[in-house]
């Protein structure tokens, strides 16, 4: 069982390059999210997905584009990366429910930004 | 603008002692999840707690939730080194919040 899986594991971009990080879960889920994690401040949600065909923003959503593509897949995109998103990402997914999320999450994404 | 607060931040202890982290908040929560995670791992679901006052055993740990579901904590009894990690607990619907978490060394 893969559960969730991201790609890739570590990335080093330049400040204004782009990049699309994938993720892709094998349970059935209807819900995905994207968070990210820096010291200190736990996980951040960036996006999440509700079930396919519909995206809303989460608590830090500047800078980043998501695209739910199907009922497997959520991709997220940073068109210009900054310093300030050098983090490590994570994708995760949920059977969904808006009454409380049990979320299975991904091995992460480090991003650094120079 | 929900939030939990995660005490205390770091802790180091004995193999063989007990010890209880918590999380609390000013706001009432449906249910509440408590994650555990590992250093370059994602965070790991351990248990969900639903009920105000419930209390769940998953074999050495405890959890408890707060009659008035804004609080809630989780209990380990003879800590083993196995159990070091990031504990996380998390609230919310879609729009899940997680607190800071709390950094639990336990030394052989």
């Known amino acids: 069982n893969a559960g969730v899986t991201q790609t890739p594991k570590f990335q080093v971009l330049k400040t204004g390059q782009s990049m699309t990080l994938q993720c892709a879960q094998d349970?059935?889920?209807?819900?995905m999210y994207w968070y990210r994690q820096d010291p200190g401040m736990g996980l951040r949600l960036i996006y999440y997905?509700?079930?396919?065909?519909?995206?809303d923003k989460g608590e830090v959503p500047n800078g980043y584009n998501v695209s739910r593509l199907n009922k497997r897949e959520f991709s997220l995109r940073l068109e210009s990366a900054a310093p300030s998103q050098t983090s490590v990402y994570f994708c995760?997914?949920?059977?969904?429910?808006?009454?409380?999320?049990?979320?299975?999450f991904g091995q992460g994404t480090r991003l650094t930004v120079v | 603008t929900q939030l939990l607060e995660q005490s205390p931040q770091f802790l180091s202890i004995q193999e063989g002692e007990n010890l209880t982290v918590y999380c609390n908040s000013s706001s009432v929560f449906s249910s509440l999840q408590w994650y555990r995670q590992e250093p370059g791992e994602g965070p790991v679901l351990l248990v969900t707690?639903?009920?105000?006052?419930e209390v769940k055993k998953l074999k050495r740990l405890t959890f408890q939730f707060g009659d008035a579901r804004k609080d809630s904590s989780l209990h380990i009894t003879a800590a083993q080194p196995g159990d070091t990690g990031l504990y996380l607990c998390?609230?919310?619907?879609?729009?899940?919040?997680f607190g800071a978490g709390t950094r639990l060394f336990v030394k052989a």
């Open positions: 997905s509700a079930s396919e065909g519909t995206t």
């Open positions: 998390a609230g919310g619907g879609f729009k899940t919040i």
């Open positions: 349970m059935n889920h209807n819900s």
């Open positions: 995760a997914s949920s059977e969904g429910g808006s009454s409380g999320t049990e979320a299975f």
């Open positions: 707690v639903v009920t105000g006052g």
